[in-house]
């Protein structure tokens, strides 16, 4: 949560997006995708 507030983002909307992504990526996928500074440009504020 504290990286979230320090990249400018909602706490609840990084859990919900996590939450929603993680069961939908594979073996192979990278976690990374996960960090908040990879996607914070597509999360709604």
Same mark, same amino acid.
């Given at each position: 949560?504290? #990286?979230?507030?320090?990249?400018?983002?909602?706490?609840?909307?990084?859990?919900?997006?996590?939450?929603? +992504? %993680? =069961? #939908?990526?594979?073996?192979?996928?990278?976690?990374?995708?996960?960090?908040?500074?990879?996607?914070?440009? +597509? %999360? =709604?504020?």
């Amino acid at each position: 949560m504290e #990286t979230a507030k320090v990249n400018g983002l909602s706490p609840y909307e990084c859990l919900q997006f996590v939450f929603e +992504t %993680l =069961p #939908t990526l594979g073996e192979e996928d990278d976690l990374g995708t996960l960090l908040p500074w990879r996607w914070k440009d +597509t %999360l =709604p504020i």
